[in-house]
């Protein structure tokens, strides 16, 4: 059963701080990596992907991978109230596979 | 920007009855895919379907469920004899292929939620 854990939060962050988002996931087969944002009754919103371990940068936004320990995550930079979402880690396999699998989401609100 | 998109943004229905969600995809996009979330939970993968045929499904997908490609842009997902539990939000995703290689991104239309009742 392939897993994608992370905290759900809520992650408060101050205006203009860093938010660090963090996710695991468990088939060590993963190829692909993704951070939506979800804002309240809305749909998924692709911000970043990621493929190789290192960083990606995008504006504020950066993505971390590391591979070995399972690990992946999602730094926002100067963080504004319109941040305030959920962020779903979403994972995939590979190996002819597409779909994705997501984590339940980690909450992030930045407070003005 | 071309965007997916689905109708309708909202279904209600009776227990037992036939639903049909639809979706059109972003022009050129070959692979769609339909995902659910349950409110408060995670987003699901159900189904891929590329080429008219289904590639990929969880096992969520079952015969309760089909999709098909009616007009050649249009995507649906039938639910058949439609239970409480169906209750969801129902994403439509389209992924992209280009001659330079497969891209992995999907992306999401803005969702049908169906209630039923």
């Known amino acids: 059963q392939k897993e994608v854990e992370q905290n759900s939060g809520p992650l408060s962050v101050p205006e203009g701080a860093i938010a660090s988002l963090n996710c695991t996931y468990s088939d060590r087969g993963s190829q692909s990596f993704f951070w939506y944002r979800q804002y309240s009754g809305k749909s998924p919103e692709l911000i970043m992907s990621i493929y190789s371990n290192g960083d990606k940068e995008d504006g504020r936004f950066t993505a971390q991978l590391n591979k070995a320990s399972q690990y992946v995550s999602l730094l926002i930079r100067d963080s504004q109230p319109s941040d305030s979402a959920t962020y779903l880690c979403?994972?995939?396999?590979?190996?002819?596979?597409?779909?994705?699998?997501f984590g339940k989401g980690t909450k992030l609100s930045v407070i003005p | 920007e071309p965007e997916v998109t689905q109708t309708p943004s909202h279904q209600v229905t009776q227990m037992g009855q036939e639903v049909i969600l639809r979706c059109v995809p972003i022009s050129n996009h070959l692979y769609f895919y339909w995902y659910r979330q349950i409110l408060g939970q995670k987003v699901e993968f159900l189904v891929s379907f590329y080429n008219n045929e289904i590639s990929e499904k969880s096992e969520i997908f079952d015969d309760q469920f089909s999709v098909e490609r009616p007009d050649g842009s249009n995507f649906t997902l039938k639910i058949r004899s439609t239970k409480l539990e169906d209750s969801a939000m129902y994403f439509c995703a389209n992924r992209s292929r280009t001659s330079g290689g497969v891209y992995n991104e999907q992306f999401f239309g803005p969702g049908t939620r169906l209630t039923v009742l």
């Open positions: 979403a994972v995939r396999s590979g190996a002819g596979s597409y779909q994705l699998t």
